[in-house]
Each structure stands twice: as C-alpha cells, then as structure tokens.
C-alpha cells in the first residue's frame, strides 16, 4: 500500500512537472545595489580581460558582504570583473513587499546583468543566491 502511495505521488509530480506551464507576466526588476571590481594592470595594456564576469550572489538573511574577502581574491586570481550584489530586499537594495519571491530576483539579477553589459556571467549563488542562479540558468540559457 506504501509502494502505491508513493508512485501514485511520483506520477502526480512527473505530469505536474511535465505540463505546459502557465504564461505569467515577468515581474518588474528594482535596481540592486552591488559593487565591482576588476583588476587593470597599466604597466601591460596588452593584458586580454575576459568579457564574462563573475556575479556572486548571497544567502538569505545575509547581503554583499558575506562575499567580502572571497570576491577580490578570484579578481585577482582570475583577472575577471567580479561583482556582489545585495538582493532585493537585502543590504542595500530596495525593499518589495509585494514581489519576493525567485522569479522576483532572478528578474532583478538579469535587469543588473544589463546595467553591467554581460550579456553572459559566471554566477556563483550561496543558500537562496544558488537557487536564483539555477532560476538565471534555466530561464535565460546563454
């Protein structure tokens, strides 16, 4: 009877996966407080910089600065832009009470992807800052 019950679930789950999703309106995206940095050595001009940034994304309860310490060792390790945001409703970002929710930041995360010119970004996401960068991946796939 356990056995049914659970594949009775799992079918549930499979369709409810599988189905056309409902066509929603994109939220409206606030614009995010963040800070970058990029290392430019002027003595070697010709240093190729990658065009792709690293955005680092927090957890929640937490803002850009769980990030401090960590960001500035990868740009310049890897002399790439690197970027931490406060997401909304964190840090210094504006505060929404009517839209909080993943789809909400992950809007807001693509809206700041714009602001910066990267088409393309590396992002690393921790707790809640993971979650929206798989949302970023599956929904805007370049």
Not at 32 to 49: A, G, W, Y
Request: charged share 25%; with cysteine.
């Amino acid at each position: 009877m356990q056995l049914l019950s659970i594949l009775v679930c799992f079918s549930t789950l499979l369709q409810a996966s599988l189905s056309t999703p409902l066509l929603a309106s994109k939220p409206k995206p606030v614009d995010l407080e963040f800070t970058c940095m990029e290392i430019v050595d002027p003595r070697n001009k010709d240093l190729k910089h990658d065009d792709v940034p690293v955005i680092f994304l927090h957890g929640m309860t937490l803002n850009k600065e769980s990030w401090n310490g960590v960001f500035e060792i990868i740009a310049l390790d890897t002399k790439k832009k690197v970027c931490v945001v406060d997401l909304r409703n964190h840090g210094e970002s504006p505060w929404n009470d009517e839209e909080y929710d993943v789809v909400a930041m992950t809007e807001d995360v693509k809206h700041l992807m714009e602001e910066i010119n990267a088409p393309k970004a590396i992002v690393v996401g921790h707790s809640l800052g993971g979650k929206i960068a798989i949302h970023l991946a599956l929904n805007y796939v370049s």
